[in-house]
């Protein structure tokens, strides 16, 4: 597939610097020869100049005109209402009629998550869909889901969670058989919540094909002692946010030591090549980019705030999830996890 | 009261490293002139060498013997039915016969946490206690709690957790009006789970006399955006070990950087002086101890892997607490809870 050109669907009037951030994000890919192109979901108007100028993006671009966006601060019920024909919608639309693989928008996320579940439908056999991260951690990277599409999920959920995301870690990390760790905390006697107690139970069922581990807590997400971390959204988007806040607080500690006095100035100077890996590596923008699991076809959120080189990760991002085979593999999944727990299929047809 | 001596009763038979670790960390404290005395319980035969060998140690203390202790894996309802005449029973005991101000152990967490209840009770107003933990942030530190006494908490316990980190933040902060934020997530249809909406709407009650500032969302914590974050057990205790993970993470990649080259390792060397400051930053024993909120008496708890120095960090938050006017400010809060709540009082009584 990836001799293929990848159509990627683009909303180039989502995120608070948009369109600009969205356009120069895509003539950043354009430069780097990636076999894509691109429907450019939005304003002609504001986006037709910047093609002019730059005909490298133009070449691979198709710009698909409409007046109507999605205001960043709009509630989802509000969007949906509004939402036929602005530039999200549209974006979405294209890979339900499958002239894109893959949508990408830094549009407000509660709309996108909405809109993309009323425009693509759910994956049969999945309840709810989860928006997945990738996480940086002392062997690599997890993935950590959900992060914030849901605030609760019962144990079903949880293990729907759990195929999706092994699905996701083969997809772009490349794992052959990741392993799976539920979010849990460690004190003896409180074994969790139930949802999570119940959701471990179905995991270590063998037939499932899953290499379940079992509980891991907070720490283990940055120790990388799972591949994929499974959580419910209200925990995992507040574990995914604490963990931005504390490495943002560290590296501000750094900057303060590294600046505290003339020999530690000069010192840092020395130093200044591993420092400037050690930025990039803490770069937010070098892992931008959420994706949605669950739908029937691949939506990637980009941060409201991304710049165009965070933007252009998360294109890049889809540019690997669009490439994968990760679709055929959750569906196996999911047939599997319902053959060996036949109740949860006559819910899902019910 | 900071004139009077404060009498501290200690676990020495908990943690992983007891009863050295305590007996070291406890002698940091006898040397740096604190007006203290300490109950001692464990056994006197591996205690009392160590005490003729540390003289200024020795006196400040009175040897409490036991020779049974909990073990650091014991189940909490194992721990409290063979816990009664334990280190950590004994400990607490002294706290209840108002022989010692507070108690501080490093033994199991939940076995401290049943144990406390059971022998200390809980103050009238209050359902459950919160472990409550201090949290570095870029304006200083911030309380947050409950980070796992418990696994859920209703509207009412999580408006009593407000309670009782505003009283905490006034006692080892010293803020006078600190500032409460309500941990959760950012989504704007997705206004958090329930017992979080409805404690929003008791906290939002201007007789209760609370600086209440809202919602606060993970990176907020480490922002310093109120002076106390509450939330869940569940939540709170996932939230503080990433961030842990987050902080080793993070310190990893500063150590790669600047050890990846010759030149770099000069830096670092130039940068000693700012760099040694950066890593007593981010010690963890500097920042050792929880306390549990909401008992007839304080009882802190240490990490059962602290070291001499991250004991002596407990010891010292608990020469703080015991010396502050904590339990009267938490009394007068609560009863302002319930005259402006009736119903509350109603449930507490029944």
Redesign the interface.
């Known amino acids: 597939m990836a001799s293929e050109t990848l159509v990627i669907s683009i909303d180039a009037m989502g995120g608070d610097h948009a369109p600009d951030s969205v356009l120069e994000g895509l003539s950043l890919i354009a430069k780097q020869g990636f076999s894509v192109r691109f429907l450019v979901h939005g304003d002609e108007a504001l986006i037709a100049p910047y093609m002019d100028a730059h005909p490298k993006l133009k070449e691979i671009s198709e710009v698909c005109h409409t007046d109507k966006h999605v205001a960043m ?5 509000q969007a949906l209402r509004a939402g036929k024909g602005t530039s999200m919608w549209n974006a979405l639309q294209s890979v339900k009629s499958k002239d894109a693989a893959v949508a990408v928008s830094a549009g ?3 709309a996108l998550m ?1 809109m993309s579940k009323l425009v693509l439908r759910m994956v049969p056999g999945v309840h709810r869909p989860a928006l997945a991260a990738s996480w ?3 062997k690599g990277a997890a993935i950590v889901l959900d992060v ?1 599409a ?3 999920a019962d144990a079903e959920q949880l293990v729907e969670f759990a195929i999706m995301g092994a699905a996701y870690s083969r997809a772009i990390h490349g794992k052959d058989n990741p392993s799976i760790g539920l ?1 849990n ?6 074994k ?2 139930d949802s999570v107690r119940g959701a471990a139970d179905m995991l270590k069922d063998n037939e499932m094909g899953l290499n379940y581990i079992g509980f891991v ?7 990388g002692t799972s591949d994929v971390v499974v ?1 419910d ?3 995992g ?18 900057k ?6 003339l ?13 400037k ?2 930025k990039n ?2 770069d937010p923008r070098s892992v931008n980019g959420g994706v949605f699991l669950g739908l029937n076809g691949i939506v990637l959120k980009s941060h409201g705030s991304a710049d165009a080189e965070g933007f252009a990760t998360t294109v890049r991002l889809a540019y690997s999830v669009g490439n994968s085979t990760f679709h055929q593999d959750v569906e196996a999944s999911l047939s599997r996890f319902q053959a060996s727990n036949p109740e949860v299929q006559e819910k899902v047809d019910s």
Chains 1, 2 share one sequence.
Do not use: H
Request: charged residues 15%; without cysteine; proline residues 3%.
């Open positions: 601060d709009a509630k989802p019920s407000n996320t509660g909405a940086p951690t002392q914030g849901n605030i609760e979010l905390i460690g004190s003896e006697d409180l969790g919540i807590e907070g720490n283990d997400i940055s120790l959580t959204g209200y925990t988007n507040i574990a995914l946010k604490t963990a931005e806040g504390t490495a943002k607080l560290v590296s501000g500690f750094v303060e030591a590294l600046t505290s006095s020999l530690s100035k000069l010192g840092a100077l020395l130093a200044s090549s591993g420092l890996a050690l590596r803490l």
